[in-house]
């Protein structure tokens, strides 16, 4: 999910907490997002269940000031470890440019982290990645407890490549941030590798140069609340795509409603935080849906909206639109699909709502819609 803005110098890319149920993946996201700088960092998002267990993704969008002369913002996504959820890990690391695991250093958990890191490798080998090519940082996690093991034991049993790892303690951030910088670098240094990012130049940047981009956005709209649209425009046909029935591979959800709301409605905003001015009402309106757990017009409201943002990159078909702006296609059909389905849950809405995320992302990295 990597982009470059080249007259900018601007990074985006998409950094996935791994590991197994527990280990302390939200609980990371949490210290990161507590730690940054309001200014560069937007809403987290989080969907989890009573218990505290991340049902489909967190998310949390995070400016690096710079690596290199490069200015880096990141995207940073949690997977649910537990391990009836695989379909929704690997949704999630569709598009990941590098990995975090997150190990839980206690002995009890070590077999846990065995399957964890190995069911990472394997989903990554179905989207034709290797992992032991991939950028990765591992989190020995929960050093303040009494029963870990030692690090040169977790090293022998999950790190054998010998990637940079770190021993944090998330509750109380010791060494997240250094984990942080360590996959960011990485990533930098893949994306160079692939000439993704061009090498750095010479002379710095003049001042004033960057533009006003994500953070501003953020800034401008997590500020500005505004009430949810009183009533939605209708979505319009689907033009070119006939979407198959969407794939039900996971079990049924198992949280309470009210507690998936109750987190959602402290968490979300971050779709309408990264959408377009003329969208944010929309973003707005799926947001509100969602946390009304109306999530038939959850979904519709992400589908116009999606439509309508993919229409910045100019005529054309939904394929060449996203064709161009790098959505990923197999989730637009989804989406389309789940627009025709009779009864929607609470992870298709969040499905939706992340597709529509990512179109938002998608725009701001190429710069759309341009002022004026
Ligand atoms: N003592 C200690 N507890 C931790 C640490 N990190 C997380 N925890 C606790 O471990 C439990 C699980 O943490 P989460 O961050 O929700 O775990 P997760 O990896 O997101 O779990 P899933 O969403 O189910 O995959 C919570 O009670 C946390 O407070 C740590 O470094 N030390
Ligand atoms: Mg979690």
Redesign the pocket.
Known sequence: MSSVNLMAREVAAKIV?Y????????????KVYETVRPAHRGEMMSI?TEG???LFF?FLPVKVERVGDCSVRLALY?????VFYNATRKLVLQGADGVVF?ADSQAEAMDANRESLANLEENLLENGIRLDRFPLVMQW?????ESTLSVEELRRELNPRGVPDFE?????G?GVLDTLKTITRLVIKDLRAKRIVPPPRPAPPPPGTAPAGLEAQLAQHLTQRQPPAASLSPTPAPRTLTAPAPPRVEPAPMPAPAAVVNTAARLLGATSALAPGDLFDHARAAEAAFVAADYTTCVTACTDAVRRAMAFAGEGTLAQQAFLLHVDGADLLRLQGLSTQPHLRVDDAAFSLYVLMQVFVRLNAVGLPTAG
Do not use: E, H, M, Y
Request: hydrophobic share 25%; charged share 25%; aromatic share 2%.
């Open positions: 907490f590991g197994p149920g527990l280990s302390g993946k939200t609980t990371t996201l949490r989890a505290d267990r991340t967190d949690t997977v649910p470890g537990q997150v996690n929960k050093r303040d407890l944090t303690a998330a509750t109380n010791r």
